[in-house]
């Protein structure tokens, strides 16, 4: 076998679990003696254990092997890790995900921390084991374990048993919690329909004895003789249950591709339906129809292909803040909601290192030291949270800390000092421009230059990062009680319902999701009075507030009212006329054109026509 054939996935399947294996160990019961997260972290380390080891990255494996054995000694002794040790897991995961980038590269898997972070793992397993060992032999330090042994096993049920299926399901349990039952005749699943003639042969995998198995089937009433023969290893079966789904990897490059070609594919059959309406062609209409419903069904599984949960970044989220928190001496509670929103995988991929430049700049600057805390009457340990959600055909990503909070007043007069900005600019600016001054190529209020911060590119890359990919940040805060920074997203490629409009002479589509209803307007042109959730809405005029032609005075009267809730706040948006529903090809707007928040994208019409996107929630003054 030639590994380098299997490279690629050796490096997608251990970062997979090398990054859920991450971000249990960084949660505050990981390590923590309960019986679950410790399972799960064991499976994680020993899968890249047993792939390394079949690479033949034999380093990578020894140290794998090294993270395993103290965890199934912890597990094995109910024991709870003191925090130095808890820390050393995480090194040692770390250490392990730049081996496995070494070997993508093609470079030596071991570089100059593994030897030492080997030594530490061997150092604390000693203890647990009762023994000293060689430090360069994890696996002589390990705890010896039970030798697994295979069971082949004849069970003959009593004729007097009620139900025999359920009493043989019964006995398969029983043997279940012995080890792992790798194969029964008949399945679990002619069980569950009643398929059973009076006998069952199992296939067991545990590392009890034949006298354990002995003993916890005699005490079954339902068997009324069993055989049970020691096997050499257990067979492959083609009798075990098949998994409920396969998989395949595809490279995202591709994905990609086929993404584009179908949109390109419903722009091209869009240019289609004029011609067939003009020919009157019912059976050319009728094949379009069914053309279109395939294209759509092909878009929404490529789409679903391509979205991942937020989760996958998770990890490395948790770690930077773990790590820093430790360096910095401040300790900080980390809390992720919406880990299952999806997002597409590009998008998330783009937003994973602007989202590490905030998270640090929270645990850095926002979250005070715990003498700083305590004195201000606030917990000693900080807290971040970082919630992802999904609005309409928008995705909302805000981190809030409880820490110092910016003071907008001091970013002023410090960007002034700077010669950032002039006097009269500074003048003139609110309280949410000045906190966007934070975000300046190479402003910073760091007293002192660090490893961490003091360089001035923290939220500049930030924004830098959220701006490329056609989003907009924005920064509250109040000063003493912490800061809460949101990103808001646009939709990926994607085929989104929208109303076309017509305003001051010009045509845009808005997005279907984010209108709750059209309203009638009054004999005098003007709007009901709406309050959608008890909110009143607010009047704006579209052509009005984009300053659509020379003179507002001399402008038509509105002929049509659409409802916008969007968030704590709604709108009445006033257009000249709504000319139907559409669904298009949104495409992001990226910098400079992305910086205006009135637009959410842009799409092109099968006559060729460019349609910006509004988002109506940026309409509101």
């Known amino acids: 076998m030639d590994p380098s054939r299997y490279l690629g996935l050796f490096v997608a399947e251990a970062r997979e679990h090398l990054a859920a294996a991450q971000e249990l160990a960084a949660r505050p019961d990981g390590l923590r003696g309960r019986a679950e997260p410790l399972r799960d972290l064991l499976r994680h380390a020993h899968s890249v254990k047993g792939m390394a080891a079949t690479m033949g990255y034999r380093p990578m494996a020894t140290l794998a092997h090294a993270v395993e054995d103290l965890l199934a000694a912890w597990r094995r002794g109910n024991s709870v890790p003191e925090d130095e040790h808890a820390a050393l897991v995480v090194d040692g995961l770390v250490c392990l995900e730049r081996m496995v980038a070494s070997a993508e590269r093609g470079a030596p898997v071991q570089d100059a921390e593994t030897g030492d972070i080997l030594r530490r793992l061997t150092e604390a397993l000693a203890p647990l084991s009762g023994s000293g060992s060689d430090p360069a032999s994890p696996v002589a330090a390990a705890p010896p374990t039970r030798a697994v042994r295979h069971f082949r096993i004849e069970i003959a049920l009593s004729p007097s048993a009620p139900s025999p299926p359920v009493q ?73 249950p098949a998994a409920p789904a396969s998989w395949t990897r595809v490279r995202s490059d591709l994905l990609d591709a086929v993404l584009e070609r179908v949109l390109d594919l419903t722009f091209e059959q869009e240019r289609l339906a004029p011609p067939l309406r003009a020919a009157s062609d019912r059976a050319g209409a009728g094949r379009l129809d069914r053309c279109r419903a395939l294209v759509r069904a092909l878009h929404a599984d490529v789409v679903e292909m391509r979205l991942v949960a937020f989760e996958t970044v998770a990890h490395r989220l948790s770690r930077a803040v773990h790590d820093l928190s430790r360096r910095l001496g401040k300790p900080v509670r980390f809390e992720i909601e919406g880990r299952d929103v999806r997002m597409d995988r590009s998008m998330l991929e783009a937003l994973e290192d602007p989202l590490l430049h905030m998270v640090r700049n929270a645990v850095d600057h926002g979250i005070e030291a715990p003498e700083a805390r305590a004195a201000a009457g606030k917990e000693p340990s900080g807290r971040i949270t970082l919630a992802v959600l999904r609005r309409a055909d928008r995705i909302l990503v805000a981190l809030e800390d409880d820490g110092a909070g910016i003071d907008a007043k001091a970013l002023r007069l410090a960007a002034l000092e700077r010669g950032l900005i002039g006097p009269a600019e500074a003048a003139r600016l609110g309280e949410a421009d000045s906190l966007m001054l934070a975000t300046l190529p190479g402003f910073s209020t760091a007293d002192t230059l660090t490893e961490v911060s003091g360089r001035g590119v923290g939220l500049d890359a930030a924004r830098a990062g959220i701006e490329a990919l056609g989003g907009r940040l924005e920064i509250r805060s109040s000063p003493g009680r912490g800061a809460v920074m949101r990103i808001t997203l646009p939709p990926s490629l994607a085929l989104v319902q929208t109303l076309l409009v017509r305003s001051g002479g010009e045509l845009f589509a808005v997005p279907a999701a984010s209108v709750e209803r059209m309203l009638t307007l009054g004999d005098d042109g003007t709007p009901p009075d709406a309050r959608p959730h008890g909110v009143p809405a607010e009047v704006v005029r579209l052509d009005e507030r984009l300053d659509l032609g020379p003179d507002a005075t001399r402008r038509g009267r509105a002929g049509s009212a659409l409802l916008c809730p969007a968030g704590e706040r709604a709108m009445v948006l006033l257009v000249d006329e709504v000319l139907g529903r559409k669904e298009v090809v949104v495409k992001p707007l990226k910098a400079p054109l992305g910086l205006l928040r009135e637009y959410s994208g842009a799409t092109l019409l099968e006559d060729g026509s460019v349609v910006l996107v509004l988002d109506p929630a940026a309409l509101l003054p």
Do not use: Q, Y
């Not at 792992?180 to 699943?189: C, F, G, N, R």
């Open 168 to 240: 043989a399901a019964m006995i398969l349990g029983r043997l279940g919690k012995l080890g792992k039952v790798l194969k029964s005749d008949p399945p679990a699943a002619a069980l569950r329909i009643g398929r059973v003639d009076g006998r069952v042969e199992a296939l067991l995998e545990t590392e009890r004895s034949a006298e354990d198995v002995e003993r916890e089937l005699r005490s079954a009433d339902a068997v009324a003789s069993f055989r049970i023969e020691p096997v050499a290893a257990a067979p492959p079966s083609p009798a075990c």
